[in-house]
């Protein structure tokens, strides 16, 4: 073969092997590149364990201000739980489910599909704290004082409109109040030149409303319109428009209008093209909605005869009227109009206004009086004087005031949303409200929440409720689930070998023989349910004393469902990768007990639990391990060992650390598990049907389910979700609160789950 031809040869061979090569290596960078992408997800990873699973509402409100401000204004990393890739997260949102504790979360675990299996992270909290709502959400979020009876009547919203709901078109301003008001009224000396709509039809419950605000400037005629929105029934934008003015402009009102001389500039729209255009928009029955509309009919040089003004439905006493941005905050929670020099959003106004209208003509006159709004603005004033005079001072050395986190995350320039604040709650009208109330801010919070960084969301339970029969079932149900019966003995049954045999599972708080059998039984309560369920599988059909016994749960209510419960408690987020392990010496030290574990890999921590009077450690602990398959694999080196003649003896967990601090407190304060009867007439009694009470509070926590699987289906991806049960902490009762955590993910197979 000539040379060149060799040459020729033996290039191309090394540029095949190159284009061999070249697509292996793009195949190691793609993946390389999508590794790295997975790093860098946001996510969580919590350090707590076993009993140190309750956090304080200091640390929430921390954690929730380093997710959403990372290092700024002083927040800080938690350690309880860590945020990593904290940048990438796409916003907060935090779930309030008032009323609701963590009494409410085991009493109806089943009905929480959603909550459990999404949110991975468990928290016990206090029970509920006012101060940190005001903390998180502002002063607004408190109760104020509720409203009497006597003074309900003397509303001048019930005065004027009565105390039952009705249509639309009995808020319609009559010609006496568009008179006493200033409403461009047709044949007016003041309106020879006004231009009538075309809206002559007559107006029904069922007609049309319209949100409309206007933005002015001043000119040498005085105030002259330079933009109008407008808004439909359903909040969308038909009309935003800038309008140049026909005289010179004096001033612009920049700092109230948002318009300045370079945005005019190029608009050639004027009155006349608006008034047309209205003129073909608006219906024959349309009803105008805004807040002080007269102002704005007389910059439209306009005269419309159906008129809702919000600044007169929310009716006070003296003629006084309410400020949009007050009603805004205090009825609808929202923050509109900030004084942030960028001046006002018409569309936001007309929106507003339209919603006000909306929201009064279906709560009616006497929610809107419940909420006591005479008492929400004396308070709001009280607040802004505080901070004006807590401004910083040479002389006084006054301090400025916390500011609450929605205040700071405004202030550097983010977008907030709070919604169902206190109004939604201010009401007694009893439940009735409540579903349709949560739906409604459901709807709000699809819409909303999805272009807001840091969004807080409330939903009510209803009526304030009486929970002690509540608490009664949750005694019963734990009573039920950690006791069962063992028999048939011999007559000459001994109970100290008998209890000797049966502690080897767990620890007993009470053993007894049922006297009402023809052969002798014994019924045993253990502390935990790990306890009773191994005792169930290990010693069912085996020889005890000489007799072949069945060891079996008590056929009650509560535990028809008890396999069910079991398997979804092995699979709670709280329990993977723990394993329960009894047999322990009560002498043994955490540190003696890890390095008798020793031969159990990825070993995390562990949970030896202790009697609350005597601090002296049980004969159980609790295993965390870094992996389920860990776990799984220090199940069967257990067995192995116990083959072997180890007195341990393990199982999955079943018990979260949250209900075994639940059912340790009660221990703790002297009150006894109920005991679950020994009679069959009393079994068969317990299997009728929940009471009333129970029934109605099943249906709403199935439903708050719902609602939140619906919110969190429709977050954005990598947003991070709190959902917290703040319980209740009133002299008439106190329950402890919840905190679940997670991060949405992409997963598309979410709305498709068979299980939600």
Known sequence: MAPETQVVKSKRQCEDNENEEEPQKIKRKRKFAENEKEAKKPHLSDALFGGECKISYDQLYEFLKYAALGKQHGATQSSWCRIHHRRRLSGVSVVVLREVSQLHFYLFYLQFKFLRRMFRHHFSLPPASGDFMERLCGAG????????????????????????????????????????????IEGHDDCVCFVRTPCKGPVTDSSPLFGLDCEMCLTEKGSELTRISVVDASGQCILDELVKPKLPIINYLTSYSGITEKLLLPVVTTLSDIQNQLKNLLPADAVLVGHSL??????????????????????????????????????????????DGTGHDPTEDALCALELAQYFINQGPRKVAEMNLEAQLLETRKIGEKLSCALPNPQNGAQKPTQSLLDILHSVGQKTLLLGGWAEAASNNGQTQTGPQNKQILQRALEEVPTSSFSVIQFGLGSRQDTSDLVAKMRTKLANLLTIYAGPFGKDICLKPLKKIFKKYGHIQSIRIVPDTSEPHICIQYEVQEAAQLAVERLNGEEIGGSLVKVQRPITESTLDCEMLLKELEKDSDNEGVIYLAGLRKTQREADLQQELGYLKDLASVFLPRDPRTGRSRNYCFLKFKTPQSAA????????????????????????????????????????????????????????????????????????DRKIKKFFQHLPNHTLCIVLLPGSNRPSESHPGFALLGIKEENPLLSSCAWC
């Not at 005269?303 to 949009?324: C, E, G, Q």
């Open 633 to 704: 694999n220090a199940l069967t080196a257990i067995e192995e060992h116990g083959a072997q003649g180890s007195d341990l003896r393990g199982r999955w967990a079943l018990t979260p650390p949250h209900l075994h601090q639940w059912a340790s407190k009660i221990s703790a304060e002297g009150s006894q598990l109920a005991e679950p009867s020994s009679h069959p007439e009393a079994c068969l009694q317990e299997v009728e049907p929940p009471f009333a009470l129970e029934q109605e509070v099943q249906k709403q926590m199935k439903a708050l």
């Open 141 to 184: 979020i408190k109760n104020h004082r509720q409203i009497s009876s006597l003074e309900l009547e003397k509303d001048p919203v019930i005065q004027k409109y009565g105390n039952e709901c009705r249509g639309l078109s009995n808020y319609i301003l009559t010609p006496k109040e568009m008179r006493l008001h200033d409403y461009p």
């Open 294 to 339: 007269n102002f704005d009919l007389r910059a439209l040089e306009m005269v419309h005869p159906n008129v809702i003004d919000t600044s007169v439905l929310f009716a006070r006493k003296r003629n006084k009227k309410f400020k949009l941005k007050f009603l805004a905050e205090a009825v609808l929670g929202k923050d509109i109009q900030r004084m």
